[in-house]
């Protein structure tokens, strides 16, 4: 009996305590809060609807007479800073291996360290918002994708690189998309970044399979038209029914042992978007609807709602369990030979090409995005430009200036050049081109079409890669009709409520309409969240326009 | 009557036989799976239909595992766990006892240590992570493992509790009156007849820490400091380097080798303190 | 005097021996549950640019208000329990089954205790590589035993059961090794003695080791309870919350608002709901602990 009050007592006692120390946390908590506010700054911007060609600063003449080349001007210059120690955040992976290799390089020439601190893709934002809010320095530079660029330039963790092109003289002059990879659309005459990966999704397809006597025949019969890489979403879908065989129906003669399918493209929540987004451009949809005032989400238009719809349609002529396919798998099963056609990063060429055990080398087509026919009989065609990156320096960084130098030096043409043709055995193709100069196709063909290494480049991949000149021209095609990922503030959370949604309706929970109406719904109440003038600061609904990024 | 018995007994014993070769089937199996893939090459993991043997020898994916340098992954693992594991034991059972024993701390104490495991670690992650930047204590041995003892302590303490709770009290109070002194009561006799509990404890807390991801991804900065787990995950996850599985698996069947050769190695105590109860009575 | 002195010597011993133990867990535990509780109270997006604003426990009702969070409550619900309920029954059977004299004993133990000791971002690995149809070993089995596939990682349902598998099969050797320390430290002499009285395999179970061992089963039950409710690695690997949002726990609720969004203050009162849930359960379940 007394244990029953004894524990009442208890009880009652902890409940004191916790109503205690409820209230000393509020008092605590409002103090915190504050002494920790700091000024609430909006950066500096002005709102342009025409983009002007940015100018960087004066240009000086040399003194030398013969003109180097700005990678060498960034190496000597970096000498002087031997021992200093530079953190690098990229992405874990293929990233990781090619940076690694070009810093240890950089590290012989200038007696520098540069540091490769891998993370895994979306961890690379925290690393760097972890590190720059206590201030550890930890960080120096960043593979940034431009859509972190509000959440960043916001949170004051990335620096402007005015001050440092000034002096030293990078050659930007035959980047693609300039204004938009550096974040001068934004704010003119600033410069925000360097870019270094040019990233866009391409059409990959089996050319052994398209170029089958059998299988075009069939096609031709069953269809009307010839095999071919297609050029509409329409023909993508009827390519990729045709092409898909149960096991024990024949492909190419043989019969197949397990399912083959006629595309595996990435369908699993965790990334979807981007390829819903890589459809929309060609449809005529856009991702807001932005008047003089007001901001309202665009991504249940029509336009938008057909675009989910037939890829709706596609995904069940793939593998089993399609719509589970995520990024192991979508490459895996390529290379597996499970797959007719597929849609992915750059990196996908060399890796289908080089990967160990990979079972499509040689086999491997490339092309343009298939688009939507227009009113007037033209096709148009949008890839997304998912990602693409530019290397940022942060804010707290303890040796800006030798970090750019290393910055400027990795995207310096003759050093860049080098790393988008990168293939070797742990980094299967990482940066890819993103100067008008790396379309070129001769460096390609004189590094693939030997067993030589020239560029040094492949390090113990003697096989040559005759497809290395079609697969940089079908990048080139895909850039110029590229279509930029959105960039607004609070990013994460549109991602996540479109991912989401995304995933319903492709594994049949929702309908396309129903889904997208409640992305919709949601991505309203997130530009509340965020702010809507902000939002609208960011959003510039012409860039989006065909044709309107300066190649 | 005495043959039926017989039967019933050898029936009985086929039956548990069987039992445990298919729960043995259950549980070995996925490590078939691992050990397989660890020994396949990059693509044929994706092989369809399934590959169910390797296709190339290991050393392939053993040679990509160790030109990451996992060496050093293995090395702050190691530290990490033993250390924290060890003053885990030796706290937790110094805790254990005073409140099985002693009642230290009444009603609140044991309850207000289990608490502190309650909530979700990410909770803890900001205000950990910055005022350990503070102390300077990101990035190194100290810190993690400082972290992961904070971690186990409540589990430990309560395992620990639980097994001294069950101890009958008249040995030790015996050996105190023979003259032992607490203490001693608590070294010489609590402490060996609780060894299977101390044996389950040491292993789970010693898993806790070698298994922690979340902790060891944020404390940690540069890629040799890291633990196992997270390099696990920042190799082996994402669009660019998803694919290499049977790297992966290289280094999971790695990582497993340790811990297996711990419990292997302990498992005799877990024998050793059946006999004592045996003699005992 | 001896009686009172004896009190008094235990006591301090008490104390010492219990000082580190909370001093450690006082310094890394204390301070961040009061800032946790304060950030609950404010609104803070990392990356905004703004700092804390107090806003009156807003971030509460936010929370509560969210259907993404009521339907990651039901999600573990189902998954931490169907795990919870499988490993008990897996972990019982198995210390039952290992509580005898067998030889290599201890080789059988370890071999079941190896699942657990594998990191859980591997598991998560393993069984989706075997969970994928095509490519993995299961489907095969299941449509030879079934006769028709299960959509492991699309089905809404066989999605939540694939991260329920998974997660059994990992820690199933948990209980197994607690009880089977709770039912070998049973002194053998109870047994001698029930069998001289005539007592049946059966009964000497439901007698002798089940309310012996009540202790140990309920703090396996305990400690296993607030590990599935704090679930994370397996399910973040093997479907990523998907699809759509069908495995998605409050876990992954919360580092989403943490890590993915940035927003400190509702990831903060997200985790402290989480908190007072767990403390009810907890509580109950000492207090049926104690009960003679």
Known sequence: MSKKSEENNISRRKYLQIAGGTVAGLVVGGALGYVAKPEVTVPPTTVTSTVTETVTGTVTAPPTTVAMDTGQIAV???????????????????????????????????????????????????????????????????????????????????????????????????????????????QPGVTWALPIDGDVFMLYYRKDIFEHPDERKAFKEQYGYDLAPP???????????????????????????????????????????????????????????????????????????QALKDMIECTPYGIPEAAAVAYAETIGGMEAGSGAMNIFWPMFGPHCQYAPGSKVVDKIGYALMPGVKQQDGSILHRAIMAAGKVINLTSDSRNPEAAYLFAQWITSPAVHQRCVMWATPTALGALNPVRRREFDPAPWAQEYNTTSDPYNVRAGNPTPWPGAVDYVKADEVNLKVGLPDILVPGWAEFQESIDTELSNAVTGKKTAENALNDCHDQWVKFIDKYGKANIMQWYLPEMYEPGYLKW | MKSSTRITRHAKNAIIGIALAVFLLWTVFPLYWVVITAFKDQTAVFQSPPLWWPNTDGVIAFGQLMATGVIYNFQSSFIVSISSTLAVVFIGALTGYAIARFKAGGNFLPLWI???????????????????????????????????????????????????????????????????????????????????????????????????????????????????????????????????????????????????????????????????????G | MGWIEAKWTRRRYGLLMVLPCVAVLASLMIVPLIYELALSFHEWVWGSGLGWMFNWGLSYVKVLTDPRFSTSLYNTLIIGGSSLALEFAIGFALAFLLNREIRGRSVLVAAFTSPMMLIPVMVAHLWRIMYFQGSG???????????????????????????????????????????????????????????????????????ITLPMARPLIVLALLIRAMEEIKLFDVIYLITTGGPGTETETVTLYIFRQAFQFLDMGKAAASSFILLIIVTVIATVSIRYMYRP
């Open chain 1, 76 to 186: 000597e210059a970096a000498k002087k800073f031997a021992g200093t120690h530079i953190g690098y955040v990229v992405e874990s992976g293929f990233d990781e291996g090619c940076c690694k290799a070009f810093a240890e390089e950089w590290n012989k020439l200038t007696g520098m360290n540069v540091e490769i601190i891998a993370q895994p893709t979306f961890g690379v934002r925290e690393k760097v918002i972890t590190e720059g809010m206590a201030k550890t320095g930890a960080v120096d530079l960043v593979n940034t994708f431009p859509i972190w660029y509000p959440d960043f330039i916001a949170g004051k963790y990335i620096v402007p690189l005015n001050q440092y092109i000034d002096k030293y003289q990078p050659d930007m002059s035959d980047v693609i998309f300039k204004d938009y990879f550096t974040a001068s659309t934004w």
């Open chain 1, 231 to 305: 050029e509409t979403w329409q023909q993508y879908t009827q390519i990729a029914k045709f092409l898909t065989r149960k096991p024990g129906e024949k492909l190419m003669g043989q019969p197949v042992a397990a399912q083959f399918g006629g595309q595996i493209e990435f369908r699993s929540k965790g990334g979807v978007f981007w390829w819903f987004f890589n459809r929309i451009g060609a449809y005529g949809g856009r991702y807001f609807n932005k008047t003089a005032n007001n901001i309202d989400p665009a991504i249940n238009s029509p336009a938008c709602i």
């Open chain 2, 114 to 280: 289990l608490s502190q495991r309650m909530l979700p670690p990410i909770a803890f992650i900001v205000p950990i992570f910055l005022m350990f930047s503070t102390l300077e204590l990101v990035d190194t041995y100290q810190g993690l493992a400082y972290a992961y003892t904070a971690f186990n302590l409540p589990y430990a303490v309560w395992m620990m509790k639980t097994f001294f709770e069950e101890l009958p009290v008249e040995m030790e109070e015996s050996a105190e009156v023979d003259g032992c002194g607490k203490l001693g009561a608590f070294a010489r006799i609590a402490l060996p007849l609780a060894a299977p509990g101390i044996v389950a404890t040491v292993i789970f807390v010693f898993i806790m820490a070698w298994n922690e991801f979340l902790f060891a991804l944020v404390l940690m900065r540069s890629v040799k400091m890291f633990t196992l787990p997270p390099t696990e995950y920042i190799f082996y996850y994402g669009p660019t380097s998803g694919v290499r599985y049977n790297v992966a698996s290289m280094q999971a069947l790695l990582a497993i080798l340790p811990v297996l050769a711990l419990s292997v190695y302990i498992q005799k105590y877990l024998v050793r303190g059946l006999t004592f109860g045996a003699v005992k």
């Open chain 3, 137 to 207: 070993p299961i489907d095969p089995i299941v449509k030879s035993v079934l006769g028709y596939s299960i959509l492991w990682l699309q089905d809404p349902w066989a999605s939540k059961f694939a991260n329920v598998f998974a997660n059994t099969w990992e820690w199933a050797p948990f209980t197994m090794l607690i009880l089977l320390a709770g039912f070998t430290a049973i002194p053998v002499t109870l047994y001698e003695a029930a069998r001289v009285d005539g007592a049946s395999s059966w009964q000497m179970f439901t007698r």
